[in-house]
């Protein structure tokens, strides 16, 4: 069964930093594609970033280029997500999803960041 | 890049059918999307992929065979039949997007399904 459990949310001060991680199990980790994607209360879904199975191809959203980095532990087989300079429209339930072919198949239950002062 | 376009909510009944609308901005009718669905206090489920030929690829894991897709235009449609309480939640439209060195995903503002 593919499983995807990320951690690592909590309450931060704007400015301070947390980092996310996303275990998996279940499926060959490395040849997949990973994404990570968040969702504000009560608005819709925000794609953040992306990196390939190995680790060499990152992309990320305007909103937190420069602030938030991707990376992956093959051996691992964890998905992180480490965000400085959090700002408190950065509160959201952060998702690690799975990519293949495109689509986004398998998503985890989420990890809740909440940023205030 | 594309953008998607939902309507905010949507219902009914208990047994009835019900379609469900995203809407890619001009330029992009060739573009595939993705249904996902999403049960309250959940994490989005990849329901199936959409092109103006209909669905391609596979179902996500365990989606009934009353839900079903359609493309046209710019518009892709999710229609869920015979509805049950189970499929209650918000239904998402998303779309991958690469130019050159960049590469996107792009979501649409989600509809909320309420079953009466």
């Known amino acids: 069964e593919v499983q995807l459990v990320e951690s690592g949310g909590g309450s931060v001060q704007p400015g301070g930093y947390l980092r996310l991680s996303c275990a998996v199990s279940g499926f060959t980790f490395n040849i997949y594609e990973m994404n990570w994607v968040r969702q504000a209360p009560g608005k819709g879904l925000e794609w953040l970033s992306y990196?390939?199975?190995?680790?060499?191809?990152?992309y990320y959203a305007d909103s937190v280029k420069g602030r938030f980095t991707i990376s992956r532990d093959n051996a691992k087989k964890s998905l992180y997500l480490q965000m400085n300079s959090l700002r408190v429209e950065d509160t959201a339930v952060y998702y690690c999803?799975?990519?293949?072919?495109?689509?986004?198949?398998?998503w985890g239950q989420g990890t809740l960041v909440t940023v205030s002062p | 890049q594309p953008v998607l376009t939902q309507p905010p909510s949507a219902s009914a009944s208990l047994g009835a059918s019900v379609t469900l609308t995203c809407t890619l901005s001009?330029?992009?009718?060739?573009?595939?999307v993705d249904w996902y669905q999403q049960r309250p206090g959940k994490g989005p489920r990849f329901v199936m992929r959409?092109?103006?030929?209909?669905?391609?690829?596979s179902k996500g894991d365990g989606i009934p065979d009353r839900f079903s897709v359609l493309g046209s235009g710019l518009n892709r449609y999710l229609t869920i039949k015979n509805i049950q309480e189970e499929d209650e939640g918000d239904y998402h439209c998303?779309?991958?997007?690469?130019?050159?060195?960049?590469?996107?995903?792009?979501f649409g503002g989600g509809t909320r399904l309420t079953v009466l």
């Open positions: 001009s330029d992009y009718s060739n573009y595939k």
């Open positions: 990196i390939n199975g190995g680790g060499t191809t990152m």
């Open positions: 999803a799975r990519q293949t072919t495109n689509p986004l198949d398998h």
């Open positions: 998303g779309a991958d997007h690469g130019t050159g060195n960049n590469f996107v995903w792009v």
């Open positions: 959409v092109g103006t030929g209909g669905i391609v690829g």
